[in-house]
């Protein structure tokens, strides 16, 4: 069955840079556009980053513009989040999701907290 | 960009009761919106997909319609596992915006 783990999150200071994982299975990864969206606690959904299945077509939020970086390696089925600067207004729960319009599938979600 | 606005922010109600909650985009976004349903600590789970189409295997109690700028998400018939936040997405324009989520409270 289709099967997304993130990894990757943890404790770092603003300022710092941290890079995710996302971990797939279960599915042709290289049809599939793959989608990065965060929840801060207790708040909503934010849409952050999208790929294409070649990894030649990519998009961010304003808010991560410059400071994020997806990528994907097709070999590997695993999808990326480069994340440089890193704000206290980072501080999220990163999760992956399959699809670019319509998200069936995703992962149970890594923390990132961005404190000193 | 879209802004999403949900309403309302939270309700409660009982089981057996229907209720409906509204996503308003702030400019037309045709039937480009879908709607999930979220328990806590857990990921997202797709409801229903281009404004009224129900996703495979979530429950007939569970509809959506509208087009353009308003929407809604009705649960008819309440159980006690629709206790969650509800959120719409529209993915009309990038970037592909949320509501700022529907908390539901079951009796």
């Known amino acids: 069955q289709v099967q997304l783990v993130e990894s990757g999150g943890d404790l770092v200071k603003p300022g710092g840079s941290l890079r995710l994982s996302c971990a797939v299975s279960g599915f042709s990864f290289s049809d599939y556009y793959m989608t990065w969206i965060r929840q801060a606690p207790g708040k909503g959904l934010e849409w952050i980053s999208y790929?294409?299945?070649?990894?030649?077509?990519?998009d961010y939020a304003d808010s991560v513009k410059g400071r994020f970086t997806i990528s994907r390696d097709n070999a590997k089925n695993s999808l990326y989040l480069q994340m440089n600067s890193l704000r206290a207004e980072d501080t999220a729960v990163y999760f992956c999701a399959r699809g670019s319009l319509y998200f069936h599938h995703w992962g149970q979600g890594t923390l990132v907290t961005v404190s000193s | 960009d879209i802004q999403m606005t949900q309403s309302p922010s939270s309700l409660s109600a009982s089981v057996g009761d229907s209720v409906t909650i509204t996503c308003q985009a702030s400019?037309?976004?045709?039937?480009?919106l879908n709607w999930y349903q979220q328990k806590p600590g857990k990921a997202p789970n797709l409801l229903i997909y281009?404004?009224?189409h129900l996703d495979a295997g979530v429950p007939l109690r569970f509809s959506g319609s509208g087009s353009g700028t308003d929407f809604s998400l009705t649960i008819s018939s309440l159980q006690p596992e629709d206790a969650a936040t509800y959120f719409c997405?529209?993915?009309?324009?990038?970037?592909?915006?949320f509501g700022q989520g529907t908390n539901l409270e079951i009796k």
């Open positions: 790929i294409n299945g070649r990894g030649t077509t990519v």
């Open positions: 400019q037309d976004i045709s039937n480009y």
């Open positions: 997405q529209q993915f009309d324009t990038l970037p592909y915006s």
């Open positions: 281009d404004a009224s």
